[in-house]
């Protein structure tokens, strides 16, 4: 039952990952094609191995089938990460630049070179050891870690970079098999002069045979990859036979030797028709010196060697500095990923990837220490300048070195394009670029991507037009860095989030190991190349914006998320409500919302006036806790998200349960926000008769599809069954007027500003963007029911003021409306030119643009009874609501609506309700008959000072 169960779950495990890795293996077929390939596979492993390894169909179980988690995970740390990481390592630096290296920077600044590379690996690789052992590690290497740590937009971003830096290298490693292949076999070559092959001076015959090559390599990864990466340990074993035989020939031939330049360095000069240091030419310009000296160990020579002294290059004709030789250097030592790439098929990924990678990075920075010494203090430097394989000539049999090249070089290759082809179905199977990478996903049946091999190919195809190894090693290098810069970053910013389940068994990293990481690849990018550094980041950022569009599915985890968090806590607790001052005052709203059906515009019109304050819309269900069995609160929130995200509001989302709607809004008011960030003013939708309107599905039929469409899980965000319908005619509304007129009263008891909201289904903000005419929001800074106190402005008439000033900042309101107040006098007692001056230089001091228009109402106060209060309580009584004639309300609508024609939006003065709860039905009525057939209208009550006129 136990080993049954662990089936079961490797078996869901492996489908969850999505991942093929290089050792996927053949099952049985016993159709021609795979019975051509496993017999293809089989040559190739006793060529490589010499018959010391079985064919893929003889590990297999007799089912024939992909056999069990444990036996696809078969490799240990040395053959699994040791050995890849090391032949990459190698690669072409090892037989073919290290005496150009020496040449051109001498052995001090080769030293250092070679230390500042591999300092950057190696914060590099603690890095990559310490995401890779927080957790279980599938398969997919690196973009893998990269993805799943920093989220998709970045994971896919950078996961592209790396896509690009191993089809470099591959088009890097086999542009330096071919030259090796040339050297020797080529006119003039060390092994066999005047072979098959042309001259490396020949474009187009270089061309021809670099695609030979990587067609071979072609071959192999469709037919043979996973035996490849089996035999990877073999193959490096090779390596080091032939790099100890060059150590060994340094010291076993200690007679000076003159050896011949390469033969493109002889032409290169012919042709110039110059004279050097290392080309002694007669008047004619014939080249009469054509080799310089191996002189075993000297210490004249070593001295000679010493410092840097930078020439052309004779293949690429350039001239080199610090900067290229550089680049040439660390473009050959970038395989410090290829251990992290065999993650699927590594028995321990967790343990071996770091213990693996570093012990690469210890054996190969300690060989290339010691090759560049031996080299520097034993050969001419006219010698290692035109002379790249100079190292066969030295050797006590020069097959040894041919070897090597060979064997680094095209293994680094082989490597390379299996990993981009990997690197290429990952990006895919995460469908993260659409349906433009879906060819990738495509599999044989064991599970080899070879359309993205095919894919790979084509492009290094591309890559080998380049036509050097020296002018391919910039770009491979900064593509290479700017992902081991990634790499740096993901591990810097999870320690930085501090999120408790990073929790890596790796010690032996700190943050600032992340960073010197960061900055060093960062660096060297530039000083390598500024163009394609420039490029790469563009590319990067381009691919992150868009796949930030995209929204893709979440259940990755994104770092920024987690960083976010971080600096939001850190900072909320840096923000004192005790340290607020009114210049620095901003809305910050609770709107309150029973079915977002009929409130819609609404919503969208409170983002418009909160001017990058707190946003929260709160909704009450109604009912007990003991009614359910779960929470229902928890279903409800990720519909109130989904209608954010549709709205596309900047608004949070608090739901909470009570038995009334008032209790509710209590809870609300008390518990919204945190710390400095609180509500300090309180939105309603307005409550009467009328026939509520469905402008939640108006919006939806009138927005235009988007290209970039939001994503969860595959799927369109759909707005349409969210939420209830509206109440239709023979309906009650939830709240009666008490209840809606307590809901009033509470809110300014717990010392929040109110706002009342009617018609604001009438209100289309496409149709005021699109006018061609100018419209205007119009504030009515009185107590319509005190026309007593309309000479004094208190807070409620600051605060009107301030909302329809922000309105006016707001793109589309800001080119389309004007502000427009109201000064109603009367004109047999009060001072009309006066009065306007005063409220002009008024709003002039709180840097306010409006136009003030005069409205004399005489003809309507007159008939009103004197109202009770002597003159200095006015001030007082201007909040109070008092009862009128409902004759009165009706004209003084009938007058609001004569100057609406052109008003987009009304602001009005909201009195105190009254404290006897039998006038709450007068109250709301005569609010309702007040801003019946008016525009869009606000009733507005504020509380506290909102405006200031001090710098």
Avoid at 428 to 443: E, G, K
Avoid at 607 to 627: E, F, T
Avoid at 655 to 674: I, P, Y
Avoid at 778 to 804: H, S, Y
């Amino acid at each position: 039952m136990t080993v049954e169960l662990d089936r079961v779950i490797d078996d869901a495990r492996a489908k969850r990952s999505g991942y093929k890795s290089f050792g996927d293996t053949l099952p049985e077929d016993k159709s021609e094609l795979h019975t051509l390939q496993n017999f293809l596979s089989t040559i190739l492993s006793w060529f490589i191995c010499c018959g010391r390894r079985r064919s893929d169909d003889e590990s297999r179980g007799p089912e024939g089938g992909r056999g069990d988690e444990s036996s696809r995970r078969s490799l240990g740390t040395l053959e699994g990460v040791f050995a890849p990481v090391a032949l990459s390592m190698f690669s072409t630096l090892l037989y073919l630049r290290t005496g150009f290296v020496v040449g051109q920077a001498g052995i001090l600044e080769s030293v250092l070179q070679l230390v500042l590379a591999y300092f950057i690996l190696v914060m590099t690789v603690l890095s990559i050891s310490a995401i890779s052992t927080n957790g279980a590690l599938e398969g997919g290497g690196a973009y893998y870690m990269i993805s799943r740590a920093l989220g998709p937009e970045f994971g896919g971003s950078i996961g592209f970079l790396f896509f690009v830096a191993n089809v470099l290298a591959v088009g890097l490693y086999v542009t330096g098999f071919v030259e090796a292949m040339i050297e020797n076999f080529g006119p003039g070559g060390t092994m066999v002069d005047h072979a098959f092959l042309k001259g490396d001076h020949d474009f187009w015959y270089k061309y021809l045979y670099c695609s030979i090559v990587l067609f071979v390599c072609l071959g192999i990864c469709i037919v043979g990859g996973a035996v490849f990466a089996k035999t990877s340990l073999v193959i490096f074993l090779v390596v080091v036979v032939c790099l100890l035989s060059v150590f060994i020939s340094v010291f076993a031939k200690n007679s000076t030797t003159e050896i011949e330049y390469a033969q493109q360095a002889k032409h290169t000069f012919e042709r110039r028709n110059i004279s050097l240091e290392c080309f002694q030419a007669n008047a004619s310009g014939f080249v009469l010196q054509d080799g310089a000296n191996y002189t075993g160990l000297r210490a004249k020579t070593f001295k000679d060697n010493t410092f840097s002294k930078y020439q052309k290059d004779y293949i690429t004709k350039d001239l080199m500095t610090f900067a290229t030789v550089f680049a040439i250097l660390f473009s050959s030592v970038t395989g410090i990923l290829n251990g992290a790439n065999m993650s699927g098929e590594l028995k321990e990924p967790s343990k071996a990837i770091p213990k693996g990678t570093l012990y690469a990075v210890m054996f190969t920075f300690i060989s290339y220490l010691l090759l560049i010494i031996l080299v520097g203090g034993s050969s001419d430097r006219c010698l290692l300048l035109n002379n790249y394989i100079f190292l066969q000539e030295i050797n006590l049999w020069k097959p040894f070195v041919l070897i090597g090249i060979f064997a680094a070089t095209l293994s680094a290759a082989l490597g390379n394009l299996i990993g981009a082809s990997r690197i290429l179905q990952a990006l895919a199977n995460d469908h993260l670029f659409w349906f433009v990478l879906n060819p990738a996903t495509i599999t044989t049946k064991s599970g080899n991507p070879y359309v993205a091999v095919l894919i790979s190919w084509f492009l290094v195809q591309l890559v080998l037009l380049v036509g050097s190894l020296n002018a391919i090693a910039p770009a491979a290098s900064v593509f290479f860095l700017m992902s081991y810069a990634s790499v740096n970053l993901a591990c810097l910013a999870l320690e930085l989030a501090s999120a408790p389940n990073f929790r890596p068994t790796f010690k032996y990293f700190t943050w600032y190991t992340c960073t010197l990481g960061l900055i060093g690849c960062i660096v060297m990018c530039f000083l390598i190349s500024s163009l394609y550094s420039s490029i790469a980041i563009i590319v990067m950022l381009i691919l992150a914006i868009i796949l930030h569009f995209r929204s893709l599915p979440t259940q990755w985890g994104s770092i920024s998320q987690a960083l976010i968090f971080h600096q939001v806590r850190k900072y909320l607790l840096m923000l004192d409500s005790r340290k607020a001052h009114v210049k620095y005052w901003r809305p910050q709203i609770l709107l309150l919302v029973a079915n977002p059906r009929q409130c819609s515009e609404l919503i969208t019109f409170i983002n418009d006036i909160k001017k990058g304050g707190l946003y929260v819309i709160g909704h009450v269900k109604l009912g007990s806790l003991d009614s359910y069995t779960t929470d229902p609160i928890l279903e409800e929130n990720p519909k109130w998200l989904g209608l954010i995200d549709y709205l596309k509001v900047k608004a949070f989302v608090e739901v909470t349960m009570a038995n009334t709607v008032s209790e509710g809004l209590q809870h609300l008011l008390r518990l919204s926000g945190m710390g400095g960030m609180k509500p300090n003013t309180v939105c309603f939708g307005f409550v009467d008769d009328s026939k509520p309107k469905d402008t939640l599905s108006f919006m939806n039929n009138e927005r235009r599809r988007r290209f970039f469409t939001r994503l969860e899980s595959g799927k369109k965000v759909s707005i349409d069954n969210l939420f209830m319908n509206i109440r239709g005619d023979g309906d009650s509304g939830q709240l009666s007027p008490l209840e809606y007129v307590k809901l009033i009263s509470d809110s300014l008891k717990m010392q929040k500003n109110v706002c009342l909201c009617r018609h604001f289904d009438q209100l289309s903000k496409q149709s005021i963007v699109n006018s061609k005419k100018t419209l205007f929001i119009d504030v009515w800074p009185v107590n319509l029911f005190r026309p007593d106190t309309a000479n004094f402005f208190d807070n409620t008439c600051l605060f009107m003021l301030q909302l329809a000033c922000i309105l006016t900042m707001v793109p589309g309101w800001k080119s389309k409306t004007r502000l427009r107040v109201f000064l109603c006098l009367n004109a047999q007692t009060d001072n009309t030119l006066q009065k306007q001056q005063k409220l002009d230089a008024f709003l002039h001091q709180l840097r306010i643009e409006a136009s003030v228009k005069i409205v004399t109402w005489d003809h309507l106060v007159s008939h009103l009874p004197v109202m009770s209060g002597n003159s200095s309580d006015k001030l007082t009584l201007m909040e109070k609501f008092h009862a009128v004639p409902t004759e009165f309300i009706s004209s003084i609508n009938q007058l609001i609506t004569s100057y609406s024609s052109t008003t987009a939006l009304s602001f009005m003065y909201l009195p105190v309700p009254p404290t006897d709860v039998r006038e709450s039905e007068t109250y709301l009525n005569s609010l309702r008959l007040l801003s019946d057939n008016l525009p869009p209208t606000v009733f507005v009550h504020g509380l506290h000072p909102v405006t200031s006129t001090t710098l």
